[in-house]
């Protein structure tokens, strides 16, 4: 099946500096990569999203990257705020896996104010 | 429209007890799925379900039984509770198997003592 790998497990950056979330995947038929976002005590949400087909994707402060050759993907915070604090979970999904979704083990992100 | 709804929120169980989890989307998803979130584990797939009357083991389904006799419904079964399902789970839908993205419900926290 797939293996969806994630770094680093906690991150910590200044406010208003830049985080960086990185993401591989083992299954080349991966077409799909979402990320989540996960306040304490509640459920993911999802914040962007990928597909195959595509190398970057913008929105607001958000942007991910997905580079097929290598099969890994990142997550891009730029201008980061204390509202950004949370565990970011990435995600792969794909035809050989049965189009179930595989998560990483999850980021903990602390912007510092 | 509640999106997907799961109870309870909480529950505490004894070793061999037994228990369902609810969970119920009203968006007409035809794709359902429970995971498990453990720290530093991430989520990880116990059973989903591509349809009404369709349903597959995940990543980690031992110990677990699913249902589907409805679109909306995917109860989560623990046959005979151990302290190492103490877990948080969460139910998830989407609207089909092949690039759509998944939305969770709130989240139940099990406690086995």
């Known amino acids: 099946g797939e293996n969806v790998e994630q770094h680093p497990s906690t991150l910590s950056v200044q406010e208003g500096d830049s985080a960086v979330i990185k993401c591989t995947y083992s299954d080349s038929a991966s077409n799909y990569f979402p990320w989540y976002k996960q306040e304490l005590g509640k459920r993911p949400q999802l914040i962007i999203d990928?597909?195959?087909?595509?190398g970057e994707k913008k929105d607001q402060r958000i942007a991910v990257t997905l580079n097929k050759t290598a099969k890994h993907f990142s997550l891009h915070i730029t201008e980061t705020q204390p509202e950004d604090s949370a565990v970011y979970f990435c995600?792969?999904?794909?035809?050989?896996?049965?189009?179930?979704?595989?998560f990483g083990t999850g980021t903990s992100l602390t912007v510092i104010p | 429209n509640a999106g997907v709804t799961q109870t309870p929120k909480f529950q505490v169980l004894k070793t061999g007890q037994s228990m369902t989890l609810q969970c119920a989307q009203d968006m007409n998803h035809e794709y359902m799925s429970w995971y498990r979130q453990d720290p530093g584990m991430g989520l990880r797939l116990i059973h989903y379900s591509v349809g009404a009357g369709i349903t597959d083991q995940g990543e980690v389904p031992n110990g677990y039984n699913v249902s589907r006799s409805t679109t909306e419904d995917f109860p989560l079964r623990l046959l005979s509770a151990a302290p190492s399902q103490t877990s948080v789970y969460f139910c998830?839908?989407?609207?089909?198997?092949?690039?759509?993205?998944?939305?969770f419900g709130e989240g139940s926290w099990l406690t086995v003592v």
């Open positions: 998830a839908s989407s609207y089909g198997v092949s690039g759509n993205t998944i939305y």
């Open positions: 990928i597909r195959s087909n595509v």
């Open positions: 995600a792969a999904r794909g035809r050989n896996t049965g189009n179930q979704f595989y």
